[in-house]
Every structure is written in C-alpha cells, then in structure tokens.
C-alpha cells in the first residue's frame, strides 16, 4: 500500500537528505552554538575574590568538565543510534511489535546509564579531575560545574533516546523543534544566573550549569511529548519497557561503536588536557575554546550523518540497493560540502571567532592558530563523519569503530604527546589532528570500497536466491 510508504522510501534521495537533515544540521548547530555561548558568558565572569583573569580560569574549568559531559552524550545519543537504526530497518519491514520493543529498551537502557554516572559522581568525579589540574581555583570551579551537570545528567542521556526515535520516523522536524527551544533557554538563562541579572542572585559557574541542566530538561520533554502525542509509528506501552535480550543485543550491535565513537571524543578530549597542561595552562584554554567552536561545524556534519543512517537503514530492510547506493554518495557529498564551509570560515574568521571570548593576548594567538592548523582536516573529516553514518546503518560497526580510533586516539593522541615535547610545542602540536583525520579518511575510503560493497552485494544475491 504506498499512500502508508514511509518517505525515506520514496523521496528522491538528494532531496531527502536535505529536507531530513537540514532541520537535524540545525538543531545541532544551535546546540553548539549555545556551548559556545556558555564559554562566552563565563570567559567574561567579574572576580570575586581578587584572582586575576577568573574568567579565562573558569574556561579551563569547563574544558575539563567537558569529556564527562561529552560521555553523558555518547551513552546517550550512541544507544539512540542504535536504536534508531534498529527501528528504522524494522519499520521497512513493517514489523510493529518489533519497533515499539526497541523504542521501549532503549528508554529503559538510559534510566540505567544515569544511574551509573550518579555513582560516577559520588566515587569518580574528585579523582578524575585532580588527574588534570591542582589549581584550587579551577579544581573548585570544575567541581561545582561537573556536580550539577552530573547529579542531573538524566535529561541530557533521555534526549540522545528520543531524538532517535523522532529522527528514526523522519520527524526530524519535531526533534529540531525541542532541540531549539531548549538550546534557547540555555541561552537567555546564561548571562541571567551566572551574573546575577533580573532580580536571580550571581551564581558564577554554578548559574552556566543550572541553566544547561534547565534546557536539557525542555528538550527532552518536549521531546517527549512529541513522541507520545504525535508519532503514531511507534506503539508505546508499559510492557515494552521490560529488557529483552535479543532487542537489547539488536540495539548494541550497533549502539556500541556509536558509543565508542563518541566516547573516544571524550578520551581524546580527557587526554589532550593532560598533555597540553604539560605544556601550558594558556594551551589548554585555547583547545578548549576551540574545541567548542569546532563543534559548531562537526555537529553540522554530525547532522547529515543523522540523516544518513536512518534513510540507508531503512532501505536496507526494504532490500533497495538503489537507493542505499544514492544515499552512500549523496550524503559523502554533502557533509564534504558542508565541512568545506567549515574550513573556509575558520581560516578566514579566526580572530574575530577567539575575540569574543575576552582571553589573554597570549591564550588568543594559540586558540587562534589551533583553529588554522586543525582546520585543514575537515575535508578528511568530512569524508569520515559520512562513511561513519553509512557503516552504522549497514551493521558494519567494526568498520566505524576502527575509523573512530584512528581519528581520535590512535594517531593524533600519541603524535600531539610526541610533539609537546619540542621547544616550540605550542607552534607544532596542533598538527596532529589534521594528521589523524588524513589517516582515518584513506582507511574509510578503503573500508567503503570493500567491506561495505561486499557486504551489500551479498545481502541481496543471498535475497535473490531465497526468491529463486
């Protein structure tokens, strides 16, 4: 019956893939764009007590935060993959019962991932960030930021749940809606808490962590809401909640590499600080703003990647070799597109983007040059965010997770520890980023010729055989 056809069906691919990811590329541009404005806010915290530059010191509280936070994100956004890609291959083949299992799985599986970071937070926290830094000043600051966000990480883990199921039914409209208005709270209650503004006591840090934990909640019950009351496709009911062993084993055998891919992030992030606080303080601040501002253009291409999932997912349980073919070239090209923009931006704007953070003369020429030299691997990138969407719906996790750690820990990690130890370290560690992104790209260009291409190929000439 093609009038109940799911558009990820039908649609012309290329202008599938734009009207499905354009919303997503947007909701996730405006997160990173509140990220940023949480940094800006801070940098510009007055001193309360005497200490010079409270503000730059504040910034490198939140960079070393931020790989927990970033692990919040990969449980939860990790297990939304996998149970979105899940989902949609099951929705293709119109298995109902299936897909209101998944959904229901995975919103058990994220109350159990909060209540391992509450314990995380109690036995974890203090020694995880004395490994970085034994400035009082920043420990105390990281301290109270991390404890907020940590104690009420529930929402931030339930959005990476939600926004699947939304995005996995092509409502990505929806999942945009929720992410935009809770990133806009995040972003009027900043200067309001952290400064004290409209009657609010000044609450420094403690104000910046308050209002994200504030916008998370919004979102995700937005999200919520529209789920429940919008998405028809996905049966709920209290009896899908209970854990099965097969959808959980379904969702995981996806989700992991998801989840590694995002963790490594947060490990690289964890130990690029130790590194470069081997160098500089000054260094690490500079990363750290930079990372954020990074962030505003690898979450445009985490976008598309989200779009790309789905659609060759869902045609992956159709049988559509067409169309999974049109959507592993549409989307390579379009996040290329996108992360060449990115490139363009940064190497032209540089000064004016570390400018709006009110850092030291010394801090900004290095956030300014880290923006310069890392920028020139988003072309490879871009390349790899796309081939990372395509394995992930293709159940070629191995193939994601092996681009994950070239990327992200394998070459850049040990190349920046061997860099920071030159005299002119803070001139050259930046340097091994692009090299790691150059190196995962050849490999991703290789996995994509081989091991994707034969796995598709056989799928269907084992289909064809059945049918014979």
């Known amino acids: 019956m093609n009038q109940k056809e799911n558009l990820m069906g039908t649609e012309p691919v290329p202008r599938l893939l734009v ?3 354009l919303p997503i590329v947007l909701s996730m541009m405006l997160q990173a764009m509140y990220n940023i404005v949480d940094s800006m806010f801070v940098s510009r915290m007055p001193g309360t007590d005497g200490t010079r530059l409270l503000g730059e010191l504040a910034v490198n509280a939140l960079t070393l935060a931020f790989p927990v936070q970033m692990l919040f994100v990969a449980f939860g956004i990790g297990t939304g993959v996998g149970v979105g890609a899940m989902l949609s291959r099951q929705l293709g083949q119109k298995n109902r019962e299936g897909v209101a299992r998944t959904a229901g799985n995975g919103i058990t599986l994220s109350l159990i991932m909060y209540a391992v970071f509450v314990l995380f937070g109690f036995f974890g926290m203090g020694p995880y960030l004395r490994s970085q830094t034994s400035d009082p000043v920043i420990l105390g600051m990281a301290t109270e930021y991390l404890g907020i966000c940590t104690f009420l990480s529930i929402a931030s883990i339930m959005w990476g749940i939600y926004e699947k199921l939304l995005q ?3 409502k990505t409209k929806l999942s945009t809606a929720a992410q935009v208005i809770g990133a806009l709270t995040n972003i009027v209650l900043d200067p309001i808490m952290i400064y004290g503004l409209i009657g609010f006591p000044q609450m420094g840090i403690a104000g ?4 994200t934990v504030i916008g998370q909640f919004v979102t995700t019950i937005l999200a919520m809401y529209f789920q ?3 998405n028809k496709e996905i049966p709920s009911g209290i009896r899908y909640l ?7 084993k379904g969702i995981y055998s996806i989700g992991v590499s998801a989840i590694v891919m995002q963790a490594l992030m947060s490990f690289m992030t964890y130990g690029v600080n130790i590194i470069f606080g081997q160098i500089s303080a000054s260094a690490v601040t500079a990363y750290g703003i930079f990372y954020k501002i990074q962030q505003f253009i690898y979450f445009a291409g985490f ?7 789905p659609l060759i997912s869902y045609n992956y349980g159709r049988g559509s070799r067409k169309r999974i073919s049109e959507g592993e070239k549409w989307g390579l090209i379009d996040v290329t ?3 060449l923009i990115g490139l363009a931006l940064m190497q032209l704007f540089a000064k004016q983007l570390a400018g709006i953070f009110g850092l030291s003369a010394d801090t900004e020429q290095l956030c300014i040059l880290a923006m310069r030299v890392i920028s020139i691997g988003f072309i490879a990138a871009g390349i790899n965010i796309a081939a990372q969407g395509i394995f992930q719906a293709l159940e070629a996790g191995t193939s994601s997770l092996i681009i994950s750690l070239l990327r992200l820990l394998v070459i850049p990690l040990p190349l920046a520890w061997a860099l920071s130890g030159l005299p002119n370290a803070t001139d050259v560690v930046w340097w091994a980023f692009p090299a790691g992104e150059a190196a995962a790209a050849v490999v991703a260009i290789l996995l994509l010729l081989l091991r994707v291409n034969r796995k598709t190929t056989a799928m269907f000439k084992s289909k064809e055989s059945a049918r014979n």
């Not at 910046?208 to 209002?211: F, L, N, Q």
């Open 208 to 211: 910046a962590a308050i209002a």
């Open 242 to 248: 209970k854990l099965e062993k097969y959808t959980v």
């Open 228 to 230: 429940y009351a919008k």
């Open 19 to 21: 009207s499905m990811g």
């Open 168 to 170: 996995s039914t092509g």
């Open 303 to 309: 976008g598309l990647r989200d779009a790309i999932t």
């Open 337 to 339: 597109i996108v992360m």
